[in-house]
């Protein structure tokens, strides 16, 4: 900012010198220009010509006036839409009326120091002379349109800034020129890099191109563009595999370049730069093919590479450009200028002798024959006349208007309603430059092509971008077609339009390449970063059972609910399965079946030992304690029955409650037939004869409801203070909820179980004191055995019941329940009904009664 002041204030002192009267220019800068006077004057700066070679500065002598080359028509094509626009609005009543707007056109040569000298002469004034210090009138200037180059234009606005002159640029993009403290009066027409390069990355997120490679230009577009590029890779999730400047003349640089294009997997290469010619050069003689280029809207239309010898390598790219738009009458109005005799006004003879290789004076280089002013626009056919493409003449053409419009809306102010100290407006004879800068924040209009014109707080246009793809063509050179838009200010989700049908890809397949550096993670995959590579190189892991990633490229997995699991693939959680013995299960049918078989032979038992009742057999040792012990038999195996299916709150109850009172039942059946078995053989002594009488059928009754009585009083007790309740348990198998019934209370089922061990434990140790009766007497050994049997199932049931999971643990007790439910039924029945049905013969008291004497 200081050089750019200094410089200045020295080109201000080479200007004027001051005296007691007047101000006196020293001297006059020698610049190609247009102008036309008028009310107001708007002030343009064009790259019509090319300052190839500048004179040599010794600070000695007066340096010699530069003089430009090479005439550029589509650059005087937009200088001529600027005049064609003041024309324009000069001729309509509804915008300035009673108002003549001026202009004054200068050629900057592609030079910074040409720039600065003709954006200094426009804001000083040509007057020889300047005598009224009062500063009254209009200044030289309103505003500026132009620079076209980012870093013309990033010094000129430093100085104009100083004194809040507007600068309105066409084509200047860099990113850096948004920054409102550093240039107050800047605004441009043209899409800001910022905005460029987020629609470029919209491309590459449409197609999935999230590893590209960057080529960018060592100059201040290059530069701000690829950094911005970076940053909004890193929002879009995307990776640069590579970021290279492109330089101009290096060719070991460039090799270098070449080498890491070809050594990266990156098949996208994004390019910011004006001038690629020497990389492809490069690119084309070692036969670097298959790569996909983006195209910033430096050389996205450029037609340099549409060589022939270069198709091979840039068919199919993609660019964006500028939005082409349309400007009624401009066609017309470029084929009927004319040069004039005015030497100061020379661009249009400049033009004139380069279009038809004429000259207006002998010996000036341009051509022997004399031009006549007189040739014909009409039989030309060039990049001037030529309107099928108008997009920086398009971005004149808005800037323009855009100053008309707020010029106008400046003299339409009303006084108290203005933006400047005390709601002032602006004194129209004494209009100062700085005074247009609010008015220009709050343009708002639609040009005749219906496009929408305004700027926002940083002076930036809203963006809208022509997608271009660069097709082959019958005669061996490139066409660019127009294959989408890119539009900023389109409603949500249609930022971008793309006609994939008509874009060509310059690949085998025809069809888009693949960018990645790692393919996209399905779902129920997560990612999993590689150490040292960018976010974009990773592996997919899957996710852990019980986790799922329902979407593509997910982070993290996450958890299913307490009753949910992820599915097989891992994308999605489901319903646990719960888990229950049930009916149709193959192990609840078959338990379902042993539990109908022993109710079925308790009740085969029952049937035989009642058809025979009045045998000895049956009556030889209380045969209503044998039908009892029966009926409890019967019920332990149909009590299993409510340990299978789906557990409800009335089954949970019931199975325990059931299972006790049927097991102390048989028990106690047990304990006082062995209590009768030892009191009868006392009996048969002299000495014990009246043990049966303090032991008769009432006591035996009575013994047993007792017994079962005090197991009811356990179970009502544990029922009405911890009710077994259904659970749903997820922590025996993750997957799976295991549908239970809780026991409520453990001391309540301990009780419950200890009582029925001690009521076993006591018929064992009678009957094993009473085995070694008679015969005759002896059903001891059979309750020994049946209660053996009971002790050993339910002593293993215990651990087995603990670590059994799920469903297996009701099985596991299911089992115990028919296990020692057919020990005591094979056990103390099996041989009475052996001798009932086989042997009938001993089944007599004389029978049993000679085993006696036999002894």
């Keep these: 900012m200081c050089i750019t002041l200094n410089i200045c204030l020295h080109l201000s002192f080479i200007f004027i010198s001051v005296n007691s009267d007047s101000c006196q220019i020293q001297g006059h800068f020698k610049l190609n220009r247009m102008y036309k006077d008028g009310d107001y004057i708007i002030g343009g ?31 005087f094509q937009q200088a001529q839409t600027m005049v064609f626009a003041i024309d324009e609005i000069n001729k309509n009543p509804n915008l300035l009326p009673n108002i003549t707007l001026g202009y004054h056109l200068y050629d900057n040569c592609l030079k910074l120091v040409v720039a600065f000298r003709a954006a200094t002469t426009l804001i000083s004034g040509t007057e020889e002379t300047f005598s009224n210090f009062n500063c009254t009138g209009p200044p030289p200037v309103i505003a500026i349109v132009g620079d076209p180059g980012s870093t013309h234009s990033i010094a000129v606005s430093s100085v104009l800034g100083l004194f809040h002159v507007p600068l309105i640029s066409y084509y200047a993009t860099c990113s850096c020129l948004s920054n409102r403290k550093k240039y107050p009066s800047f605004f441009r027409t043209i899409p800001s890099d910022a905005f460029q390069v987020r629609a470029m990355v919209q491309i590459l997120k449409y197609f999935g191109w999230t590893w590209v490679g960057v080529l960018y230009s060592d100059d201040d577009y290059g530069i701000y563009a690829a950094q911005s590029f970076q940053q909004e890779m890193q929002r879009f999730k995307g990776c640069v595999a590579f970021s290279e400047i492109v330089p101009y003349d290096n060719h070991r640089d460039i090799q270098r370049i070449v080498a890491v294009i070809k050594a990266s ?6 390019a910011f730069s004006t001038d690629l010619l020497p990389l492809m050069e490069e690119l084309l003689q070692q036969n670097v093919t298959g790569r996909q280029w983006i195209a910033s809207e430096a050389w996205s239309t450029s037609p340099v590479l549409h060589l022939p010898r270069f198709v091979p390598l840039v068919r199919g790219t993609l660019g964006i450009a500028i939005h082409r738009g349309k400007i009624k009458g401009l066609h017309e109005f470029l084929l009927h200028i004319q040069p004039d005799n005015d030497p100061t006004n020379n661009m249009v003879r400049i033009f004139w002798e380069n279009m038809f290789g004429c000259s207006f004076e002998k010996g000036n280089g341009y ?42 809306d400046l003299m339409q102010c009303e006084e108290g309603r203005g933006p400047f100290s005390g709601n002032s407006c602006a004194d129209i004879t004494k209009l ?18 219906g496009d929408h014109v305004s700027f926002d707080e940083n002076g930036d246009a809203l963006a809208i971008y022509d997608v271009m793809n660069w097709h082959p063509s019958s005669d061996g050179l490139i066409v660019v077609r127009t294959v989408g838009v890119v539009d900023e200010g389109a409603s949500a989700g249609r930022v971008l339009t793309l006609d994939e049908d008509a874009i060509y890809w310059n690949f085998e397949t025809k069809k888009p390449p693949r960018s990645v550096c790692s393919e996209s993670c399905p779902p129920g995959t997560r990612r999993a970063m590689r150490k040292g590579l960018p976010v974009c190189c990773f592996d997919c892991l899957p996710c852990a059972d019980g986790e799922i990633s329902n979407m593509s490229d997910a982070t993290e997995c996450t958890s299913c609910p307490n009753e949910f699991w992820s599915s097989p693939k891992k994308d999605q959680c489901v319903p646990k399965e719960v888990e229950f013995l049930s009916y149709e299960d193959p192990l609840g049918i078959s338990l379902t079946t042993a539990s109908l078989l022993g109710t079925c032979f308790c009740a085969l038992v029952l049937a035989v030992f009642a058809h025979h009742h009045n045998t000895p057999v049956v009556r030889a040792n209380n045969s209503e304690l044998s039908f009892l012990l029966l009926l409890s038999l019967k019920l332990c195996f149909l009590c299993v029955l409510l340990f299978i299916g789906r557990p409800q709150l009335w089954t949970c109850q019931l199975r325990h409650a059931m299972f006790g009172i049927s097991f102390v039942l048989c028990v106690s059946s047990i304990l006082v037939k062995t209590m009768v078995v030892i009191a009868v053989f006392k009996s048969s002594r002299p000495e014990g004869k009246s043990a049966v009488k303090w032991f008769g059928a009432v006591q035996q009754r009575g013994t047993v409801l007792v017994l079962t009585a005090v197991q009811i009083v356990i179970c009502v007790v544990w029922l009405s203070t911890a009710s077994p309740t259904p659970h749903k348990n997820i922590l025996y ?8 019934c809780s026991i409520g209370s453990m001391a309540g089922f301990a009780i419950l179980l200890g009582y029925i061990g001690i009521l076993a434990a006591v018929s064992f140790l009678l009957a094993f004191l009473a085995r070694n009766l008679p015969d005759n007497f002896n059903e001891a050994k059979f309750i020994t055995f049946s209660m053996l049997i009971f002790s050993a199932v339910w002593i293993a049931f215990i651990p087995a019941y603990v670590s059994s999971p799920g469903k297996y643990s009701v099985a596991v007790e299911i089992f115990a329940i028919l296990a020692s439910s057919f020990g005591l039924l094979v056990a103390i029945f099996v041989p009475k009904c052996y001798i009932i049905i086989l042997h009938p013969e001993r089944n007599t008291k004389k029978a049993i009664m000679g085993r006696t004497a036999e002894k």
């Excluded at 100062?432 to 092509?449: E, I, R, S």
Aim: net charge negative; charged share 25%.
């Design 265 to 270: 997997t990156a098949r996208v290469v994004v």
């Design 733 to 740: 198998v993750r997957s799976k909820i295991v549908f239970e």
């Design 432 to 449: 100062k430059p700085w005074q247009m800068v609010p008015y220009l924040q709050k343009v708002n209009f639609t040009t005749g092509f």
């Design 45 to 75: 700066l064009f790259e019509v010509q090319h300052l190839k070679v500048f004179p040599e500065l010794s600070f000695r002598m007066e340096p010699e006036q530069p003089k430009c080359e090479e005439f550029y028509m589509s650059s």
């Design 367 to 408: 051509g022997e024959k004399m031009c006549t002013a007189q040739e014909d626009l009409n039989i030309t056919v060039n990049e001037y006349n030529d309107v099928s493409e108008l997009r920086a003449s398009y971005n004149v053409y808005k800037a323009v208007y855009a100053l008309a419009h707020a010029l106008h």
